[in-house]
């Protein structure tokens, strides 16, 4: 077969484009390839490397690259040259990194996410090389890797004598940064210098264990001070000396408060807790912080002595919190000063719940809390009239505990806010309790948009209950695990009636065998809404799917996602085009059984 001749076009923007690319080092772009005809410039956009296309666009000879119009198009408009920069910096993007992860599309700045990424990749690639105990020298001088280089364009022609360095690519797209994750061994003064052009708005720190972690870090965080608004430490030993030394640096200059909105502190330790006082900066910070919506202080293995504590300090602080996550802990006991038999009002001493009162979401899921836990809550929660989300799952407070919160459920249309979205999995709730709650979300005047019941064994006879909380406008709903075998779902099947509201469905794990075929048949005809299903390890047989395909067929929804993983199917070839048909967006509505979920079905058997 002859070889394709290329046209005298492409011969050209090959030409243009080795030029371009050969300036990218110190060199000036040629005036004249910014006169091009917008087809050809146009199109050798499309061609440039990443390294090539930013010295284009940062050469460009006009204050915005807006200014410069491309001729009439066929409506008879002028238009500039930024969005197809845009769409270039997308496409690059996209080819270098295609996990669908990817930042929102209606994002604008194309540019600033490449080279805020690919920052992101050189320093997690210094890192690893940095860690190990033979390396010994400054990490501005560690050599960024050929695969590296080699993905944004420098392949040894670029005119500069150190764009292998670290410091070169942190000097010119260290002003793309606002966010970046940071290693233990980038908390030293050097990185300050290194990252001196960043403006950095969240920052995520790992393993900071000794003090000279936590000067290196107190450097750059004074140096990001006024744009810092995000903060989170992982796997991390935190002495209250590291706290207030971490806290103080985050306060503007000349001014008592800080910028933060945003505090995590997940998977470390809090080392030589006081048992009667807060780390000395970590008061200041929760009290002083006005900007402070979210604190999240996961899996730090805290007691009961600092949750109070920290309920102390927030009920008076003049933050307007938003959300507060202390899950995964041990704070059983936490709210032992609120008397959960008397009236259910908060001590006068402790203030007037300044900052609770804005709160929209608290997650305790994990921390062993108990019956006697959940009656000192109901107190409590007197204080966040406007909470939305609650979630105490993985906290085995058993039936008398559920039905502690029951009058704070019904009560809750009266307050600003009602709540809106309710976990209890995993609680050691039976039928018995689950139906109490059932009933009482079923009759609210303003229902549940979200609850979970999940890994809860309240068995087959909870259907009746469930069919009335599937006939309030619920949107969300998860009854994975809980125990509803064939007969449960028989009951749900025979019980849908009228149009349901359901957005997205979890009910795995449940053993309903073809009754869950029928069941879903049913569900998909009578919730139009519906885009997401997981029936995943339900011992369907094979001819389930038939009955699944048949109704898919048939309903008038929008489903986008129905898991069927880990059911025991001898998958054919010639099933792949029984569900080839169903697609949303381009992606399969269905997700299979793998071969391997064959061999090993899953058993939910204590």
């Known amino acids: 077969m002859a070889r394709k001749v290329p046209s005298l076009i492409s011969l050209v923007i090959e030409a243009i484009k080795r030029e371009v690319v050969h300036a990218a080092g110190d060199d000036d772009v040629r005036p004249d390839i910014y006169d091009l005809p917008s087809h050809l410039f146009n199109r050798l956009l499309t061609k440039l490397p990443p390294l090539a296309l930013h010295k284009l666009e940062t050469d460009m000879p006009f204050k915005d690259c807006n200014d410069y119009e491309a001729p009439l198009n066929d409506g008879g408009r002028k238009r500039g040259r930024n969005g197809n920069f845009d769409s270039a910096w997308k496409a690059l993007f996209k080819l270098r990194w295609p996990d669908p992860s990817h930042p929102s599309e209606t994002q604008l700045d194309w540019r600033r996410i490449y080279w805020q990424t690919h920052l992101q990749n050189c320093l997690d690639e210094a890192a690893e090389l940095a860690l190990l105990p033979s390396f010994d020298g400054c990490i501005g001088e560690m050599n960024v890797s050929d695969g590296m280089l080699k993905c944004i364009g420098c392949e040894g022609h670029v005119n500069h004598p150190n764009y292998s360095k670290l410091s070169y690519h942190c000097q010119q797209f260290g002003h793309y940064a606002s966010c970046l994750r940071l290693q233990n061994v980038f908390c030293v003064a050097e990185t300050c210098v290194l990252l001196r052009k960043s403006n950095l708005q969240s920052l995520i720190v790992r393993w900071i264990r000794s003090e000279k972690h936590v000067d290196g870090l107190c450097k750059l965080l004074i140096q990001n001070s006024e744009t810092l608004t995000s903060l989170e430490f992982i796997y991390c030993k935190l002495s209250p000396t590291f706290v207030s030394a971490i806290c103080g640096s985050l306060n503007v200059v000349n001014t008592h408060t800080h910028g933060i909105q945003h505090f995590s502190i997940n998977t470390s330790s809090f080392l030589e807790i006081n048992p009667v006082s807060l780390p000395p900066g970590f008061v200041p910070f929760l009290s002083s912080g006005r900007s402070l919506c979210s604190l999240k202080l996961h899996d730090n293995h805290l007691d009961g002595n600092f949750a109070w504590m920290l309920f102390s300090v927030l009920l008076d602080a003049s933050s307007s919190l938003s959300i507060l996550d202390l899950s995964d802990n041990n704070i059983a006991g936490w709210l032992g000063n609120l008397n959960g038999k008397s009236k259910c009002k908060v001590p006068l001493s402790l203030g007037i719940g300044k900052s609770l009162q804005s709160l929209r979401v608290l997650n305790i899921r994990g921390n062993d809390l108990r019956k006697d836990d959940v009656e000192s809550l109901r107190c409590a929660l007197v204080s966040m009239p406007n909470l939305e989300i609650l979630d105490i799952s993985d906290n085995p407070i058993e039936d008398d505990g559920i039905r502690c919160l029951i009058p704070y459920i019904i009560e809750a249309p009266d307050r600003c806010s009602p709540l809106a979205e309710l976990y209890l999995e995993n609680c050691e709730l039976s039928c018995s309790g689950a139906t109490e709650l059932l009933d009482s979300l079923s009759n ?68 309903g065998g073809f009754e869950t075929a029928r069941f879903l048949a049913k569900l998909m005809s009578l919730a139009p809404n519906i885009i997401a299903i997981n029936t995943a390890y339900n011992l369907m047989p094979l001819e389930s799917l038939t009955v699944i395909c048949s109704a898919l067929k048939l309903s008038k929804g929008s489903l986008e996602r129905l898991d069927l993983t880990g059911n025991n199917w001898d998958y054919q070839p010639n099933h792949a085009s029984m569900v080839a048909e169903f697609h949303h967006n381009g992606r399969p509505i269905f997700i299979l059984p793998s071969y391997l979920a064959v061999d090993v079905p899953y058993d939910d058997d204590p």
């Open 444 to 511: 609210l005047k303003r229902p549940l948009n979200s609850l979970s019941l999940a890994d809860n064994g309240l068995g087959s006879d909870v259907a009746g209950p469930l069919q009335k909380i599937l006939g309030t406008s619920i949107k969300t709903l998860n009854v994975g695990g809980v125990g509803l075998g064939s007969l449960g779902f028989q009951e749900l099947e025979k019980g849908l009636m009228a149009e349901l509201k359901l957005v997205d469905i979890n009910i795995s794990k449940n053993r």
